[in-house]
């Protein structure tokens, strides 16, 4: 299916003053006040229920969500056979600390082994549809290699920028698919200020699209495919608690719009999760934030832990992770290193499943919540493993 009516995207909107903007041009931040922008669709152009009921009939990817995704035309879509990942219960470790009805989605199964395919995937179908020719980021590592693997896919060009700490096996695979990759001393930030930089004297007419996290509107749209694929594998309910591992926050940010949208489409019963995110406490600007009441954060000093995906000491959409905390009665929790790579070895022996250290600090979170009594232990909970720990070979001895 082509065509208007594989999206119903209407238009941008900027996620901190709703000026709207034209989503049929390539699009950064918002023009009057440099927030993010999220793209925002028709809903009253489906009927709910039974567009639920055709999407149950689609292969089983990310891409079976159409309508609500940005693209508008299949021959744009540009995948590696992404998304729809396993639900697994994870009953034993679940009891052992006291929460039976553990549940894990595992992003570690999808094109180049983190759930930031997810936002490759629409990001770049979506850049290329709209005539850009290369895309630019910096990068933890993982998205890194996910959005030089999609670009190139697409025969785009991409260009790279990752701290010399992230994890080698991203810089071989941005290498690998022709990306220009390059390694600097210091965090994301500084990477993306080279970013920046670069792009900024370039030459608009060459093709070049910022493509960092939140930087660009169609990212957060690929990530939330992770809700409506919860939604779905739940029978058209949301879990009572969604444990998020937090860096940019786009994935529980994305997981919330794309709830909220059911929810408008008369598609989701009962309510929205709780929506915890957890950091590590090396870097913790958000949780911070949360326990002082502040609206965003400032940022990390000195930012450091082994979960180098969430190691972002300012992120741009902060703002946003903490309204839906806030708003569904969730919380945010910081755990230490020690921690995680503990709950990360339990877990592996516990489930058979080797985790990245990401979802680790998110198995670790919940154990917390439950010895704190933030979690009574009747709940359905749902953490988001967000990458293969077969990547981060280091965290184990």
């Keep these: 299916m082509s065509g208007p009516g594989f999206s119903v995207l209407s238009h941008l909107e900027c996620s901190r003053c709703g000026h709207r903007h034209d989503a049929e041009v390539l699009q950064n931040l918002c023009e009057a006040c440099a927030s993010p922008l999220l793209a925002r669709y028709d809903l009253s152009a489906l009927d709910g229920p039974a567009w639920w009921a055709s999407v149950a009939t689609r292969a089983p990817d990310l891409w079976r969500y159409h309508e609500l995704l940005p693209v508008r035309d299949a021959a744009n879509v540009v995948s590696l056979g992404e998304g729809f990942t396993p639900l697994l219960p994870a009953a034993g470790f679940g009891a052992g600390i006291g929460v039976p009805g553990l549940l894990v989605k595992d992003d570690g199964l999808l094109p180049t082994g983190s759930f930031k395919a997810r936002g490759a995937a629409v990001g770049v179908s979506r850049a290329r549809e709209l005539g850009a020719t290369g895309v630019a980021l910096p990068t933890n590592g993982n998205a890194g290699s996910a959005w030089a693997a999609y670009a190139a896919r697409a025969g785009l060009r991409s260009r790279i920028v990752m701290p010399r700490s992230a994890p080698s096996i991203t810089r071989k695979e941005c290498s690998v698919v022709g990306s220009d990759v390059d390694v600097i001393d210091g965090l994301i930030g500084d990477a993306g200020a080279i970013v920046a930089r670069e792009l900024a004297a370039a030459d608009r007419g060459d093709g070049w699209f910022d493509a960092g996290t939140l ?80 609206a965003e954060s400032t940022a990390w000093a000195d930012a450091k832990t082994v979960a180098f995906g969430i190691t972002v000491p300012k992120a741009l959409g902060d703002f946003l992770v903490l309204d839906a905390v806030r708003s569904t009665g969730g919380t945010a929790v910081a755990v230490d290193d020690a921690e995680l790579l503990r709950v990360q070895a339990e877990f592996a022996r516990a489930e058979g499943l080797f985790v990245c250290p990401e979802g680790a600090a998110a198995l670790a979170a919940v154990q917390q919540l439950r010895g704190t009594g933030w979690l009574t232990g009747d709940e359905q909970v749902v953490v988001l493993n967000t990458g293969a720990g077969l990547k981060y070979p280091e965290t184990v001895p």
């Design 215 to 294: 930087r660009e509107p169609y990212r957060i749209e690929g990530k939330k495919t992770m809700g409506l694929e919860l939604a779905e594998q739940l029978g058209g309910r949301a879990p009572d608690v969604v444990v998020y591992p937090t860096g940019g926050g786009v994935g529980l940010i994305g997981i919330h719009k794309a709830l909220g949208e059911l929810r408008e489409l008369g598609v989701l019963t009962g309510p929205l999760p709780k929506m915890v995110s957890v950091q590590a406490t090396g870097c913790a600007p958000i949780v911070r934030a949360f326990e002082e009441g502040a």
